[in-house]
């Protein structure tokens, strides 16, 4: 499978390249937000994932979407050794 680019550490994303994952199609059977959350979760820096929480948040969109297992976002960072960035903004955004 061919990349459309490659890839880049450290780079900073702008605004349009975060909120691109609020449109993210889940597979049949799986939450929407959950979805576009652990998409956002697994590919961003925690900085840009709090930003991404924003407009997440501003659409309307569920902190809560759970996954087909019964599972949150911040329950399957919690489980990731090296989350703990991602965890605590979670953690200040259910507040």
């Known amino acids: 499978m ?3 680019q490659p ?3 450290g780079e ?10 609020l449109n993210r199609q889940p597979p049949l059977g799986e939450n929407a937000d959950f979805h576009v ?4 979760y697994k590919h961003m820096r925690a900085n840009d994932f709090e930003r991404f929480l924003v ?3 501003a659409e309307g969109r569920d902190l809560h979407a759970v996954n087909t297992e019964g599972k ?3 329950d399957l960072a919690k489980e990731h050794p090296n989350s703990a960035e991602f965890v605590t903004v979670l953690t200040a955004t259910f507040n």
């Open 12 to 21: 900073e994303w702008n605004d349009e390249r975060v909120k691109s994952y």
């Open 2 to 4: 061919a990349l459309t």
């Open 37 to 40: 959350l652990y998409n956002a």
């Open 72 to 74: 949150s976002i911040v």
């Open 7 to 9: 890839a880049k550490f």
């Open 55 to 57: 407009y997440f948040l």
